[in-house]
T-cell receptor, first 113, second 116 residues
Framework: AQTVTQSQPEMSVQEAETVTLSCTYD???????LFWYKQPPSRQMILVIR??????QNATENRFSVNFQKAAKSFSLKISDSQLGDAAMYFC??????????FGKGITLSVRP | DTGVSQDPRHKITKRGQNVTFRCDPI?????LYWYRQTLGQGPEFLTY????????KSRLLSDRFSAERPKGSFSTLEIQRTEQGDSAMYLC??????????????FGPGTRLLVL
């Protein structure tokens, strides 16, 4: 069975500052993929960033980057230069050969102007 | 807009009634997934299709739930004899297939169900 744990229910960041959202996971598979999804209030879920487990290099997408620590089964998301539009619920998710996503409980990020 | 669409966006029903939701995936995507999300929680997998074949069903999907994808395009999710515990957001996602590679799933806006 796969599990994803997001232990921080809420975080807050000042606009233009950097914030890191934590995620740990467990899987018995050797090939798997990790994702961060963003779900703004009353809006649909969109992909922020993905990481293939076989890649050692951490994924980056503009202001978003991950710190993937495979041995520790840790997958944190760093948001640089935070913007008001970054306020949302963020979900860490994992998938393996069975294709279904396993999500964490999510973290609510608020951005202070 | 060629994203995943879902209909209706909101549904209020009385306990014991049947409801049906529709999902239209991105046109070239072979895989279609259903998830359920309750308030303050992450989505939970319900079932998925590859073309018209239903490949996996979660134990969360009781006998009152049935999903179809008859022509490998749109899908329907039906809940019979609804219960208050069925109140949730029902999310649909789709993805293409690439051999040996896990494609990203793209989500629709969801159908929010309230059972009174």
């Amino acid at each position: 069975a796969q599990t994803v744990t997001q232990s921080q229910p809420e975080m807050s960041v000042q606009e233009a500052e950097t914030v890191t959202l934590s995620c740990t996971y467990d899987t018995s598979e050797s090939d798997y993929y990790l994702f961060w999804y963003k779900q703004p209030p009353s809006r649909q879920m969109i992909l922020v960033i993905r990481q293939e487990a076989y890649k050692q290099q951490n994924a980056t997408e503009n202001r978003f980057s991950v710190n993937f620590q495979k041995a520790a089964k840790s997958f944190s998301l760093k948001i640089s230069d935070s913007q008001l539009g970054d306020a949302a619920m963020y979900f860490c998710a994992l998938t393996g050969a069975n294709s279904k996503l396993t999500f964490g409980k999510g973290i609510t990020l608020s951005v202070r102007p | 807009d060629t994203g995943v669409s879902q209909d209706p966006r909101h549904k209020i029903t009385k306990r014991g009634q049947n409801v049906t939701f529709r999902c239209d995936p991105i046109s070239e995507h072979n895989r279609l997934y259903w998830y359920r999300q309750t308030l303050g929680q992450g989505p939970e997998f319900l079932t998925y299709f590859q073309n018209e074949a239903q490949l996996e069903k979660s134990r969360l999907l009781s006998d009152r739930f049935s999903a179809e994808r008859p022509k490998g395009s749109f899908s329907t999710l039906e809940i019979q004899r609804t219960e208050q515990g069925d109140s949730a957001m029902y999310l649909c996602a789709s993805s293409p297939i690439r051999q040996g590679w896990q494609e990203t799933q793209y989500f629709g806006p969801g159908t929010r169900l309230l059972v009174l």
